[in-house]
Structure formats: C-alpha cells, structure tokens
C-alpha cells in the first residue's frame, strides 16, 4: 500500500521533511541535495508545532494498516483463489519506508505481489514517485528474488470510493439547516502540484477533476461546488486558486456556508486535521461563515470495501489473462517527462518486475 506518510510521532518530523524535500519527482527543486536539507532544517520547527497541535503525530500509518488488514480479510473471501492476503505498508517519506517493506516481504518470502497506490488519481509527484521507488528496491532484489509484480495505479472513479466520499459530504450537509442546505457551497480541495509538474503533462489535476464530477453525478448536483488546490510549499507557481483564497473570495461574495471536501486524502493527516480543520475552518468563521468539513475515509467500511472490491477484480482479471501488470494508463510517460527512471520503472512494472 503505497502512500506519501507522515511522522507518527513529533520528533520524526525532521526525517520525513528531508525526505520529502529531497523527492525530485514531488518538489522539483535546484540543487536538490544541498537545498532540501536545509529547507527541512529551517522548517522543522513549524512543522513540529503543526504537529503537536494534532495530537502529537500524524495517524495516517494507524488508518493504513487498519485499511489494510481489513482490505485482505475482505480479499480471503472475495478471491480465494489468492488467498492468503497480506498488505504491507509502504510510505514514501516516512517509516515505514519502502525499503522497510521491502525487506519484510522478503522475510516472508512473498512470490505475488501488487503495487496498491493508496492515492485515489495519480501524479508523477505521488504514485509516479513510489513506483519509482519500489522500482529501485526491486530490481536490486531487496524484496526477494522472482516476485511477480502488478500495478493498481489509480481508482478515482471507483463507485465504492465515490459512495464513500459522497456519503461523508451528505453527512456534513446535514449539519446545515435543510431550508438552507442547497445554498451550502462544497468547496473540494485536494494538494496541489506545481506548475513545473502540471505543464509537463501530468494527469493529477484530470483525475482529480473526474473524481469530483462523479461524486457530484451522486449527489444529484444538489449543491454550488468548486474544485480547489491545497499545501502550496514555496515561491513557485503551483496549481490553484488556493483553497484559502476561495474561502476569501467566498465570503467576499456574501457566500456563508461551506462544507471542506478532502479529495484525493484516504485518511486524515496533517492536511486535514491541521490545514482543513484548524487553519481554513477557522479562516472562514473568522469572516462570518459556518463552515463544515466533510470527514476523511479512515475506517469507512464502505470505503474499505472498495479497497478490496479494486483488489479483487484486479486479481481476478489478471489472473484470467484479461489485463497484464499494468494499466494501458500506466504505460505512457508524461509528455514532457525526461526522468529516465520513470521510464525504466514503467518498463519493469509491464513485465511483471524481471
């Protein structure tokens, strides 16, 4: 279950910050080696502070596992043809990392594996970049040796997820009074890329946009929406308007209520719990509006169940020959890409990681 991670505790901060902003794939950045270090040094503190004021971590390792676990008790029953499922957590920036995974796959000596991106709507930034790693690991057999491999890479329409999400917004509307429920703006925010990544032609900002019109096809178009951009990092130009700024504008507009839709997040962290819930919400109530959020996947069983229903119609499909180990998708490079990694990981991922 590939995902970015976060620190479960306070003083993992500065490591999973250094990671992160030594990923070239995720934040493109001149003289990488030497700036990201310092960037992470500079901003640890702050971010710690952010941390702390969540409960002392992020709990997106806790809602992974949990999703996990029962992902594959689902799975024993769905497709027991594969059976006995195990889900292996594997974070991009923070422990476990993928080389951790990696190593306990090969402990229990795992010959069939899948690539299970945990990020709703790829991006080279996100899904891109964990493939990229797990390519690495794998070619050089730190995941033991003859693993076959397949790719679920991205699932943003899926109807399980879409119910899920669709659920948890009408749960968040009925805060509102119901003569006053329709004015109620539903403001999607997801993270935002940078511009350098969106212009090369990367698919984030499509898929995201699909995922909306489809949880908006399920709620009957019952309410005014817009699709914003979260978690901007730095003077570059990135994707927006940003969330904040809509909320802004909102106001300006004499629009007072708003439900906060986290997107392409499966499970709160510190975008959620820190930007939505205690940066943006207060933001709008200081300007005179009610603003809800919408709750994030976490433990929903029926977001759970579609975690298991893409598992085992992959399997399933896979197995009958229907589909090879990577989606037609998967196989083509963004336009402007020039990280030869990127190719070589898509090239091995195609034939089942040999």
Not at 26 to 39: C, G, M, N, R, Y
Not at 245 to 267: H, M
């Amino acid at each position: 279950m590939l995902n970015m991670g976060g620190p479960s505790t306070v003083p993992e901060t500065h490591d999973f910050l250094k990671n992160l902003f030594m990923d070239g794939d995720l934040i493109p950045l001149p003289f990488q080696s030497v700036l990201a270090p310092l960037i992470a040094k500079r901003r640890t503190p702050q971010i710690e502070k952010q941390y702390e004021d969540i409960g002392g971590g992020s709990p997106i390792l806790h809602y992974t596992k949990l999703q996990g676990e029962r992902m594959a008790a689902l799975l024993d029953e769905l497709h027991p043809a594969t059976a006995p499922h195990k889900s292996y957590v594997a974070f991009r920036y923070a422990r476990p990392l993928t080389d951790e995974a990696a190593r306990q796959m090969k402990a229990d000596g795992v010959k069939r594996a899948v690539a299970f991106t945990q990020y709703p709507q790829y991006s080279c930034s996100t899904t891109g970049s964990s493939l990229n790693e797990l390519y690495r690991r794998g070619k050089a057999g730190e995941a033991g040796d003859g693993v076959e491999w397949s790719v679920i890479d991205r699932w943003g329409t899926h109807p399980g997820f879409i119910e899920a999400v669709a659920q948890n917004i009408e749960r968040a509307l009925a805060k509102f009074p119901a003569e006053r429920r329709s004015e109620t703006v539903l403001l999607f925010s997801a993270h935002s890329l940078p511009m350098s990544v969106v212009n090369r032609g990367d698919p984030y900002v499509l898929e995201v946009s699909a995922t909306v019109s489809a949880v908006m096809d399920r709620l009957g178009h019952s309410n005014p929406y817009r699709l914003v951009w979260q978690s901007q990092v730095g003077p570059s130009a990135w994707m927006g308007m940003q969330t904040s700024e809509a909320i802004k504008g909102l106001a300006r507009l004499g629009r007072k209520q708003v439900v906060l839709v986290p997107i392409a997040f499966t499970s709160d962290h510190i975008e959620t719990l820190y930007e939505l819930d205690l940066e943006y919400v207060k933001e709008g109530q200081e300007l005179g509006m009610e603003v809800q959020r919408a709750e994030s996947l976490n433990d929903s069983p029926v977001f759970i169940r579609a975690l298991a229903d893409l598992a085992a119609s992959h399997l399933k499909d896979y197995s009958s020959g229907k589909i090879g180990p990577t989606s037609i998708q998967l196989g083509l490079r963004c336009p402007g890409c020039k990280n030869a990694t990127c190719g070589a990981q898509k090239t091995w991922f195609a034939r089942g990681g040999r």
